[in-house]
């Protein structure tokens, strides 16, 4: 059983900054680890406040289970993927919600729970599952695939120069079962070149982000986002390498425009309407003293935004209030209905 004492969030107070707490709130935690940013919002959101809990982690998931217990009914923990969020919302009737946090990567009980073979520092299986359920693991795809598979992997999801020479240097050395067995020959693939990083950093983050589809599960996981949250809400995600970061600003950056037709279209044919308005147009990062204190999160960027009403839920909303008799045919383009199309929105 990994321990939730070691952990530690990163930027909790500019989390739940960003997530705009209210009383009485309900708010989802996509990656809740070991319930430090959950612990938090439910403490802002008090009294009345639910929070609903998900880890792929079945060890992280009960970890949480156990810091949080003492929330009583105001806590649900879930045993799953992201990549699921929208079902589980709604098996489990949690929505709308006022606020959605993803809190990417790794946790520090992760790295130092040895025999998961997430990290290099200890002797463990080439693993790298979040879940046991999952078939893949880090010794299929080392030991069972191309060179040129392996190289792509690296290269890709890695960003590592010389996914080539690793990748080649991999295939030589067949099989390899253990977290130092790799990291001894990526390092001497590449030479054991000296740096801020280890020189298997890289690949190892490579391998565990193939194993999991992490970039393919995120992308996913923020279009259910952002149709979980009731207007006005507010989605927070802390990423800490790049391609999660392009990942999520891109898709922030979409679904904040009115137009996403290629620039050089004369005519606007795309039909999008913005869901979304950036409250942090700059990246959000770790103070100097957090990083003294938390060193893992000198790479964490947070990015910010809050649903809106676009244009088509104006007319639908004010159509809906007018038959109900609570609304002209023309209160959709009056901003004062935006309150109480946030009371329809959060409403049960």
């Given amino acids: 059983m990994i321990s939730a004492s070691a952990h530690i969030p990163v930027m909790t107070g500019k989390v ?30 008090s009294p009345g406040g639910q ?37 589980i919302c709604l098996k489990n009737d949690f929505t709308p ?31 790298m599952r979040f ?10 795809i080392i ?21 080539q020479r690793i990748a080649r240097n991999i295939i030589s050395r067949r099989p390899i079962n253990t977290t130092l067995e790799l990291a001894k020959v990526v390092e001497q693939a590449v030479g054991g070149r000296k740096g801020k990083i280890h020189p298997a950093t890289r690949t190892f983050q490579a391998l565990r982000i193939a194993v999991n589809h992490e970039l393919e599960h995120l992308e996913s996981a923020l279009r259910q986002a952002v149709s ?11 990423s800490y390498h790049s391609l999660e970061d392009r990942i999520v600003k891109q898709f922030f950056r979409r679904e904040a425009a009115d137009c996403i037709c290629p620039p050089q ?36 960027k947070m990015r910010v935004v809050e649903r809106i009403v676009t244009q088509q839920e104006w007319r639908e909303t004010a159509e809906r209030l007018c038959f109900l ?19 329809v929105s959060i409403a049960n």
């Fill in 16 to 45: 739940t900054e960003a997530l705009n707490i209210q009383h009485g709130g309900r708010y989802i935690d996509c990656t809740v680890g070991a319930g430090g940013h959950a612990a938090a919002i439910l403490e802002q959101s």
């Fill in 51 to 87: 929070l609903l809990g998900i880890d792929a982690d079945p060890e992280a998931a009960e970890a949480a289970r156990q810091k949080l217990a003492g929330y009583g009914n105001s806590v649900l923990i879930v045993n799953d993927s992201f990549f699921n969020l929208e079902a």
């Fill in 97 to 127: 919600v006022h606020g959605i946090l993803f809190d990417l990567g790794l946790s520090s009980m992760q790295l130092e729970e040895g025999g998961r073979g997430f990290s290099f520092q200890h002797e463990a299986p080439l693993d």
């Fill in 131 to 140: 879940s046991p359920d999952q078939k893949l693991t880090a010794a299929d």
């Fill in 143 to 163: 030991n069972k695939y191309s060179e040129a598979e392996l190289a792509r992997i690296i290269r890709e999801y890695g960003e590592e120069s010389f996914s």
């Fill in 228 to 238: 979980l949250l009731g207007f006005e809400g507010r989605l927070a995600v802390i």
């Fill in 265 to 300: 279209a004369m005519k606007c044919t795309c039909n999008h309407s913005a869901r979304l308005k950036l409250i942090s147009k700059k990246v959000i990062t770790p103070s100097e003293e957090e990083i003294k204190r938390n060193p893992r999160s000198r790479s964490a």
């Fill in 325 to 343: 008799g609570e609304a002209d045919a023309t209160a959709w383009r009056k901003p004062a209905l935006l309150k109480k199309m946030r009371a």
